[in-house]
């Protein structure tokens, strides 16, 4: 055995520092414990918004669609017709997530007839079927058609 072993002084700074690491690990085990409880306290889903009722789904579902057409049609008066694909790249990404959102509160409408509940649930995939085929026409639009047409543009241009 090692003469600081049978020192008593030794022994005592021994258990000292020894005390002084765990307290400091467990001190650094409950914060890291404590942001990750704060953490996962603060990630919460947001609250579900209340039901609509048939005329107000079918409202909503008049509205996205009128939206939707209006985005179309500004392809055809943009500046930019392959900066105008790819805007609406992104644009249809938030669309499409509204869209899911009026889906849920109109599954099923607050007290809707189970035939008017049908109805709804057909308008709202024939609506997702129209964004679908919109972004294969914008993905057109921006790679092919829309260079072209910039490109007409910009010899009409030099041609004036």
């Known amino acids: 055995m090692s003469s600081s072993s049978r020192d008593p002084r030794g022994r005592f700074l021994r258990?000292?520092?020894?005390?002084?690491?765990?307290s400091i690990a467990a001190v650094f085990s409950l914060l890291l414990i404590a942001g990750?409880?704060?953490g996962l306290a603060e990630v919460r889903p947001p609250r579900a918004k209340p039901a609509l009722d048939?005329?107000?789904c079918s409202e909503e579902l008049?509205?996205?669609?009128?939206?939707?057409?209006?985005?179309?049609?500004?392809?055809?008066?943009?500046?930019?017709?392959a900066a105008e694909g790819r805007?609406?790249?992104g644009w249809v990404v938030r669309f499409r997530g509204r869209v899911d959102g009026a889906r849920q509160r109109c599954a099923p409408p607050e007290g809707a007839s189970l035939e008017k509940a049908k109805a709804v649930g057909v308008a709202f995939d024939a609506l997702?079927?129209?964004i679908d085929l919109s972004e294969i026409h914008a993905t057109h639009w921006s790679r092919h058609l829309g260079?072209?047409?910039?490109?007409s543009a910009a010899a009409i241009?030099?041609?004036r």
């Open 54 to 56: 048939v005329d107000s």
């Open 147 to 151: 260079p072209a047409l910039d490109e």
């Open 128 to 130: 997702v079927r129209a």
């Open 36 to 38: 990750v409880w704060r």
């Open 15 to 22: 258990i000292v520092f020894l005390a002084v690491h765990v």
């Open 157 to 159: 241009d030099a041609v």
């Open 87 to 89: 805007t609406y790249e």
């Open 62 to 81: 008049t509205r996205l669609r009128a939206e939707l057409l209006a985005r179309i049609a500004a392809f055809s008066s943009s500046a930019s017709a």
